[in-house]
């Protein structure tokens, strides 16, 4: 089983539409929850950090359900500059901070 | 702007020669850096843990006498891919951990994309 699974996409919606990408890890002692986005041939960059309270930023809103070991992204009123291919990230803290990346999902706003 | 930068952002050499990329944090100090590399359609995949005075942490089944990686500042981390084949061919990033105020929070570089003839 993988360590980060996404929905393999890619996700087509048209401008205005609510989106949504789900995302499990496989290792219950991760600590810290993030969502990247990755624009083609470009490094990725961080979107929001995700907490177990649930968070939003704007139109992006992120859940954490840690018993479930689930993640998701929920994306309202999608942008054309939405489009990218969305990351998610996982890290086990405990000192060494390093993140555990999913494949990502491809999502394309369209006109 | 940019808080970490990576060079060069494009290289193209011949097989068994030797290419570096550097990493530099420009706003902060980075203890701990990062060296990913992506294949197309795939997830970043984690390296090499770079760790500013000492010795690289490698991955499993990442050649450390491959990849040579120093960090010799706080701000300054350089891979470099000895004896590049064309396998080694792919897309090449950096981190650096900004622990500062508890942020914990890597920030990229816009990565080095190798081509190896």
């Known amino acids: 089983r993988k360590e980060v699974e996404q929905d393999p996409g890619p996700f087509n919606v048209p401008e205005g539409a609510t989106v949504a990408f789900n995302c499990t890890y496989s290792n219950s002692a991760s600590q810290s929850f993030f969502w990247y986005r990755q624009d083609c041939r470009k490094e990725p960059k961080l979107l929001m950090s995700v907490y177990s309270s649930g968070n939003e930023d704007g139109r992006f809103t992120a859940q954490l359900n840690r018993a479930s070991q689930y993640i998701s992204l929920l994306i309202r009123d999608s942008k054309l500059s939405d489009s990218a291919t969305y990351l998610c990230?996982?890290?086990?803290?405990?000192?060494?901070?390093?993140?555990?990346f999913g494949k990502g999902t491809k999502l394309s706003v369209i006109p | 702007g940019a808080v970490v930068s990576q060079h060069p952002s494009w290289v193209i050499c011949k097989s068994g020669t030797s290419v570096k990329i550097e990493c530099r944090s420009l706003?902060?100090?980075?203890?701990?850096m990062f060296w990913y590399r992506q294949f197309p359609k795939q997830s970043l995949m984690l390296m090499a843990t770079?760790?500013?005075?000492?010795?690289?942490?490698?991955e499993q089944g990442v050649e450390k006498d491959k990849f040579l990686i120093n960090h010799a500042s706080l701000t300054l981390s350089t891979l470099t891919v000895t004896s590049a084949h064309p396998e080694d061919s792919s897309f090449y990033i950096c981190?650096?951990?900004?622990?500062?105020?508890?942020?914990?929070?890597?920030?990229f570089g816009a990565g080095t994309r190798l081509s190896v003839l």
């Open positions: 770079s760790n500013e005075g000492s010795k690289a942490t490698y």
């Open positions: 981190s650096a951990l900004d622990r500062s105020l508890a942020k914990n929070i890597q920030y």
């Open positions: 990230v996982v890290s086990s803290g405990a000192g060494s901070y390093q993140l555990t």
């Open positions: 706003d902060f100090q980075a203890t701990t």
